[in-house]
T-cell receptor, first 112, second 114 residues
Framework: GQQVMQIPQYQHVQEGEDFTTYCNSSTTLSNIQWYKQRPGGHPVFLIQ?????EVKKQKRLTFQFGEAKKNSSLHITATQTTDVGTYFCAGLSGAGSYQLTFGKGTKLSVIP | KAGVTQTPRYLIKTRGQQVTLSCSPISGHRSVSWYQQTPGQGLQFLFE???????NKGNFPGRFSGRQFSNSRSEMNVSTLELGDSALYLC?????????????FGPGTRLTVT
């Protein structure tokens, strides 16, 4: 079955440093989504990428979808303490699939 | 719009018992998915319902079942509970648009099996 690998599992950064998490799928994806889960909370949708090579930005967050549509990344510039949480990628494998496969997430800690 | 609601929020059960969890999606959303979240396995897909039909099922034993009602509310049932079923159970609703769909998660039901 489809697998989505996400690295690193944990990341500790000093406030103001950049942060990147990477997602890799075993199969070609029709789209990929990113979610953030704050400690004690539930996943919250951040963005969806659909096109090969797509890049989207949300303020300090930059999302990329690989050319082969098998990998993706989330980059945060100049982290803040409000960025703390676990970031998940989730891939949708193809037409007719109604199942999102989640990566195990990257837990981000920001040291003030 | 009100968000996704799940009841109960916390539950403690004994091994061998069964449990039913409830999820009310955002108004107008017809798709409801269920996930099990544990520290070791992350978010694992259980099943997805759309218009009362189960369209997809994850790799979980038959003890895990679900259903969706005509008003899109959904329930999941776990029979013969095992210690390993202790987890946060999340439901998510979506309004299908295009080839993908963003999911809106509820706060979850924290199930503890003793």
């Amino acid at each position: 079955g489809q697998q989505v690998m996400q690295i690193p599992q944990y990341q500790h950064v000093q406030e103001g440093e950049d942060f990147t998490t990477y997602c890799n799928s075993s199969t070609t994806l029709s789209n990929i989504q990113w979610y953030k889960q704050r400690p004690g909370g539930h996943p919250v949708f951040l963005i969806q990428l659909v096109k090969s090579g797509e890049v989207k930005k949300q303020k300090r967050l930059t999302f990329q979808f690989g050319e082969a549509k098998k990998n993706s990344s989330l980059h945060i510039t100049a982290t803040q303490t409000t960025d703390v949480g676990t970031y998940f990628c989730a891939g949708l494998s193809g037409a007719g699939s109604y199942q999102l496969t989640f990566g195990k997430g990257t837990k981000l800690s920001v040291i003030p | 719009k009100a968000g996704v609601t799940q009841t109960p929020r916390y539950l403690i059960k004994t091994r061998g018992q069964q449990v039913t969890l409830s999820c009310s999606p955002i108004s107008g959303h017809r798709s409801v998915s269920w996930y099990q979240q544990t520290p070791g396995q992350g978010l694992q897909f259980l099943f997805e319902y759309f218009s009362e039909t189960q369209r997809n099922k994850g790799n979980f034993p038959g003890r895990f079942s679900g259903r969706q009602f005509s008003n899109s509310r959904s329930e999941m049932n776990v029979s013969t509970l095992e210690l390993g079923d202790s987890a946060l159970y999340l439901c998510a609703s979506s309004f299908r648009q295009g080839i993908g769909y963003e999911q809106y998660f509820g706060p979850g039901t924290r199930l503890t099996v003793t």
